[in-house]
């Protein structure tokens, strides 16, 4: 079910996904998410950079060719990708009977003018804009008052594997979650981590100590799977096929720990 707002999250929601985009918390924790829901719970999933760009916004070269790749049609304004991700979202949460919540914090293609991010190495694996401090900051305060709201309830956040500015962002604010003592599981952000060495890489860069947890999510991997694939336009974008996506997510949830028949995601917990 969609929310509309945060005063619509009430104490059912025990468990919290931050999501900063429409695809990253089922990319990365469908199988959790599938056992969540088998087990009667009600998971919710944040997504932080869900707002619609103005009709009027001038995109970038490098924002403009993004959209192309995922299918965007350029007549209809730069709001139309947004448009397309959210009813891929909305399909692919309906499908695992999570709550969503759309935040509407334009996505890092969307900010700044002139853009502050201009190419592909500025977007992943660069340093958040000094301007976006106000983003962390305000996302920061109305998460901690929601966690004075719901004392009880787990965090799931993005590591920041791969350094996707907004990731770093949404993972900012998330330590202040868990500084504040809050239960927060950093989970690892598909399909970044799939590159050799970025997750020690963010680990080294945090400066902290974590320890894994497991979950065991075997009998939802077909779920996690089914639900990846309605988000075709970034399926395109950043697997090529449904083919792809499939072998993909399998073989990494069986890498984890190669057991037999045995699939697993993994979240890391600060020490």
């Not at 001038?58 to 448009?83: C, H, M, Y």
């Not at 004075?148 to 604010?173: K, M, T």
């Not at 320890?211 to 991997?221: F, G």
């Given at each position: 079910?969609?929310?509309?707002?945060?005063?619509?999250?009430?104490?059912?929601?025990?468990?919290?996904?931050?999501?900063?985009?429409?695809?990253?918390?089922?990319?990365?924790?469908?199988?959790?998410?599938?056992?969540?829901?088998?087990?009667?719970?009600?998971p919710l999933v944040i997504t932080i950079f869900g707002g619609i760009p103005s009709a009027n916004l001038q995109l970038s070269s490098f924002a403009q060719r993004v959209q192309q790749e995922t299918g965007a049609d350029p007549t209809k304004g730069p709001g139309n990708a947004v448009e397309i991700r959210r009813k891929e979202d909305a399909a692919a949460l309906d499908y695992l009977e999570v709550d969503y919540l759309w935040l509407d914090y334009l996505d890092a293609l969307y900010r700044g003018f002139p853009a502050y991010y201009t190419d592909r190495n500025q977007l992943i694996g660069g340093n958040v804009h000094p301007s976006d401090g106000t983003i962390d900051r305000q996302l920061a305060a109305d998460l901690l008052a929601l966690q004075e709201r719901l004392p009880d309830a787990a965090w799931y956040a993005p590591l920041g594997i791969g350094?996707?500015?907004?990731?770093?962002?949404?993972?900012?604010?998330?330590d202040r979650l868990a500084q504040r003592g809050a239960k927060v599981y950093y989970y690892e952000e598909f399909p970044y981590i799939l590159q050799n060495g970025t997750l020690d890489a963010r680990k080294q860069e945090l400066g902290m100590p974590f320890e894994p947890t497991l979950v065991e999510m075997s009998e939802m991997l077909p779920i996690r799977i089914a639900a990846a694939k309605m988000y075709p336009s970034q399926v395109i974008a950043n697997f090529g096929s449904n083919e792809a996506i499939h072998r993909s997510i399998t073989d990494y949830t069986h890498n984890i720990r190669p057991v037999e028949t045995v699939h697993l995601e993994r979240y890391w917990i600060p020490r």
């Amino acid at each position: 079910m969609q929310l509309t707002s945060f005063n619509d999250i009430t104490t059912t929601h025990r468990h919290i996904f931050l999501s900063p985009h429409f695809d990253d918390a089922v990319y990365s924790c469908g199988g959790t998410l599938g056992v969540q829901v088998s087990c009667g719970l009600r998971p919710l999933v944040i997504t932080i950079f869900g707002g619609i760009p103005s009709a009027n916004l001038q995109l970038s070269s490098f924002a403009q060719r993004v959209q192309q790749e995922t299918g965007a049609d350029p007549t209809k304004g730069p709001g139309n990708a947004v448009e397309i991700r959210r009813k891929e979202d909305a399909a692919a949460l309906d499908y695992l009977e999570v709550d969503y919540l759309w935040l509407d914090y334009l996505d890092a293609l969307y900010r700044g003018f002139p853009a502050y991010y201009t190419d592909r190495n500025q977007l992943i694996g660069g340093n958040v804009h000094p301007s976006d401090g106000t983003i962390d900051r305000q996302l920061a305060a109305d998460l901690l008052a929601l966690q004075e709201r719901l004392p009880d309830a787990a965090w799931y956040a993005p590591l920041g594997i791969g350094r996707h500015v907004d990731h770093q962002i949404v993972c900012s604010a998330a330590d202040r979650l868990a500084q504040r003592g809050a239960k927060v599981y950093y989970y690892e952000e598909f399909p970044y981590i799939l590159q050799n060495g970025t997750l020690d890489a963010r680990k080294q860069e945090l400066g902290m100590p974590f320890e894994p947890t497991l979950v065991e999510m075997s009998e939802m991997l077909p779920i996690r799977i089914a639900a990846a694939k309605m988000y075709p336009s970034q399926v395109i974008a950043n697997f090529g096929s449904n083919e792809a996506i499939h072998r993909s997510i399998t073989d990494y949830t069986h890498n984890i720990r190669p057991v037999e028949t045995v699939h697993l995601e993994r979240y890391w917990i600060p020490r």
